[in-house]
Structure formats: structure tokens, C-alpha cells
């Protein structure tokens, strides 16, 4: 067990088990469907080391991913590149390393891997509708039915292997239906393909699988029923149907703990300076219109008693963008010293954070099973998994 005593903020406090848990759920809602992990979503290697241990496939972004995979024991064979523009010496590196799939959504990117990685399977990403997800992909992602066709066409002339099809209905979706919808698209373009003899050996669904930030999502149950009936209406059964979770499985793993360096009142608002902040992983906050709520709570012991104050929280540096929540409901009696936890933090956080201005990033702190403790025996336990509610 590990507690929010151990060491100096910041860190990210995880659990490996939190992660295998959601990844053997989500195992039981779409078993047709094959996972790879997202490396880029949270690539501690006791995360990694735990989905592998668990038969976990995984896909990457670039070679640097491949190589850290790699380096922990997972043949490159197994892994999918699902970046659609990649630098040539990534293609002929992880070629070289045995990756033999890469995604695709131009011809220039066709020529790529023939040049860099000849015999290569490719498969093509489709465009497809994302407008309920709180990231969408599609402006700078993907292509029509007609384009994918013909870039499939297109590497089979130049030697490649047509291998499948792909999309991504956008990051933290809440839209079951969008996965329906996007496997029908992508069912027209198979039935398309078979028409001029090309049989598809995967469809890829991608990721946008939510995760819990404090209000309702759809379980993943529901998002698994969703698939299922697009997956019917596909002309032939592939021989691999992948997707490509990575906040869904990673997000609740983990709470990040900082502490409070000071307390300001200016503008007529309170603020909170803290040692981590939006250039130490926590860019999200601002890449949201309305912010991203992450559920908070605090270690002092009248937390759940105390009146609650909006604060502005911001981080260490001298920069005013590292502000990261706007009205953030906290005790009205924080002050320095107090820590602060930021839950559903375990994605996209570390793989964000930098050390702008010479503090450091957070330490990742994961453990089979972790748990946060707060300063007082009377505050209320969190109320989903190891991580607490937002106040207010």
C-alpha cells in the first residue's frame, strides 16, 4: 500500500490493479474485440509491464514508443503504428524492429512505407463522425469511403499489403452510438473493397472509450453493445478486430498529489499556487472550453465541513497559462501547505509533462494497489475506486 505520505509533491499516485481491472472489464464487454493499449496515454512502465503481463496488445505513435515496448520485452510483430504521418526513419526503424502494420490516410504516406518498409501491411483511417467526443480528431485525421479505397488500392500496387481499416470517433466519446454509426461507414467500404477483390484482415475501431472525471459517462457495457451492432453489419467477419483504449483503461488508475505553495487574494478572486500545473501534465485543463474537471479533493480535516471558496488554481511557474482550473470549490480555509488531489489523472498527464522553468515533472508512483490518505480520519472515503469526488 502506498499513501500520500510517501515523499515530496508532486506525484502521480496509481494502481496497477486499477488498470487490469478495466482492461479485463472491458474484455468482457467486446470480447470480439482485441486491445491495444494506447502507449501514449500514460507510458509508465509499471503500466505497461501490468496490461502486458495481462496479454495486453498495444499501439503506438512513434518509434521512441516501439523502442521503450520493445526494450520491456513485447515483439514488435504484435504492435500496431497507428500514426497516419510518421518520420521515414520511424517507419524504417520499426520496421526494422519487426512492426510490419502502419496506418495510413494519404498517398504520400503510401509512397512512405514503401520506400521505408517494403511488404508492409497498411491500413487506412476513415473520417467519421466525432462531434460528441470532448477532443475531436477528424480536422486533422482520416479520409472519405472513395479516398480509402483507393489508397488501399493504391499500396497494393506498390507492393504493399491492403490490410485493414481504421477510425476514431474522438477522445473521451459519450456517444455509443458514434462506434454504430462509424462501423456501418467502414462496413460500406469493406463490401466496396470485396466488390474488387480485396478482403480486409482487420477493422480497428480506435479508442474514445471514456473514463469517469466526477459526472456520468456511459459504462463501457453499453459502449460494448454499440459495437456489437455496428460489428453486424459488417460483410464478413476479419480475421482481427482491434481497438485502441487508452483513457478508459488508464485514467482512473491514478490521483496526482501537490501541495499548496501559496494563497493569494488579486482581481477580486482567491488563488491557489501549487507545484504542478498545466506544463506538468496538466495541458487538458486547457485544451477543454470549459475546463477539465478533474474531481478534486484536499487533505485538511475539515475538508468536508469547511465552507467552499471558487479558486483560481495555477501552477508553479512564471507563466500565466499554467493556470489550470478557473473555480475549483475547495475549503475556504486552504493554505500553504495543504495538499491538493487531482483524481482521474492516470492519462495523459506524464506523457504531457514537462520541466518548464526547472521544476521538475511528477514523479509517477505506481504500485499494485494505492491508496490516498487525507490528514483526518473523518473524511468520507472516495467514493469510486481510489479516487475522491470533486467538493461542491
Known amino acids: 500500500m502506498l499513501t500520500e505520505a510517501a515523499g515530496p509533491t508532486?506525484?502521480?499516485l496509481g494502481s496497477t490493479d486499477l488498470v487490469t481491472s478495466k482492461l479485463r472489464r472491458f474484455r468482457s464487454a467486446i470480447p470480439e474485440v482485441q486491445p491495444f493499449y494506447a502507449v501514449k496515454c500514460n507510458p509508465d512502465v509499471a503500466v505497461l509491464d501490468?496490461?502486458?503481463a495481462e496479454g495486453c496488445r498495444f499501439e503506438v505513435?512513434?518509434?521512441?514508443e516501439l523502442e521503450l515496448l520493445v526494450g520491456l520485452g513485447v515483439r514488435?510483430?504484435?504492435?500496431?503504428y497507428s500514426n497516419t504521418v510518421k518520420p521515414a526513419s520511424h517507419v524504417r526503424g520499426a520496421a526494422e524492429l519487426g512492426l510490419w502494420r502502419f496506418a495510413v490516410d494519404s498517398v504520400g504516406e503510401v509512397a512512405k512505407i514503401a520506400r521505408e518498409a517494403p511488404g508492409s501491411a497498411v491500413y487506412v483511417r476513415l473520417a467519421v463522425d466525432d462531434d460528441q467526443s470532448a477532443f475531436p480528431l477528424s480536422r486533422k485525421f482520416g479520409v472519405d469511403g472513395g479516398k480509402a479505397v483507393a489508397l488501399l488500392l493504391e499500396a497494393r500496387d506498390r507492393g504493399l499489403r491492403p490490410y485493414g481499416l481504421t477510425f476514431h470517433v474522438g477522445s473521451q466519446s459519450t456517444a455509443p452510438a458514434a462506434w454504430t454509426t462509424a462501423l456501418r461507414r467502414a462496413a460500406l467500404v469493406a463490401a466496396e473493397l470485396l466488390d474488387i477483390g480485396i478482403r480486409l484482415d482487420m477493422v480497428d475501431i480506435g479508442g474514445g472509450f471514456p473514463a469517469w472525471y466526477g459526472t456520468p459517462v456511459p459504462e463501457i457495457e453499453e459502449i460494448?453493445?454499440?459495437i456489437t451492432c455496428g460489428l453486424a453489419s459488417l460483410p464478413y467477419e476479419p480475421e482481427l478486430l482491434a481497438a485502441e483504449p487508452g483513457r478508459h483503461l488508464a485514467a482512473e488508475s491514478a490521483v496526482m498529489v501537490a501541495s499548496v505553495l501559496?494563497?493569494?487574494r488579486r482581481g477580486?478572486?482567491?488563488w491557489l499556487h501549487t507545484d504542478v500545473g498545466a506544463y506538468h501534465?496538466?495541458?487538458e485543463t486547457q485544451q477543454s472550453p470549459s475546463g477539465w474537471p478533474y474531481p478534486l479533493w484536499t487533505s485538511r480535516s475539515d475538508h468536508a465541513t469547511a465552507p467552499s471558496l471558487a479558486y483560481v488554481v495555477t501552477g508553479p511557474t512564471c507563466d500565466s497559462a499554467d493556470t489550470f482550473l478557473d473555480r475549483a470549490l475547495l475549503p475556504a480555509t486552504m493554505a500553504e501547505g495543504d495538499r491538493l488531489y487531482i483524481a482521474s489523472a492516470g492519462a495523459y498527464t506524464l506523457s504531457y509533462a514537462s520541466s518548464f522553468n526547472g521544476f521538475p515533472p511528477p514523479q509517477a508512483r505506481y504500485a499494485a494497489s494505492a491508496t490516498v490518505t487525507t490528514a483526518s480520519e473523518g473524511v468520507p472515503q472516495p467514493p469510486r475506486a481510489a479516487v475522491p469526488r470533486r467538493v461542491g
Open 50 to 52: 501490468a496490461l502486458a
Open 10 to 12: 508532486p506525484f502521480l
Open 61 to 64: 505513435a512513434s518509434l521512441g
Open 268 to 270: 477580486g478572486q482567491d
Open 224 to 226: 460494448g453493445a454499440a
Open 281 to 283: 501534465g496538466l495541458i
Open 76 to 80: 514488435a510483430a504484435d504492435v500496431l
Open 262 to 264: 501559496g494563497r493569494e
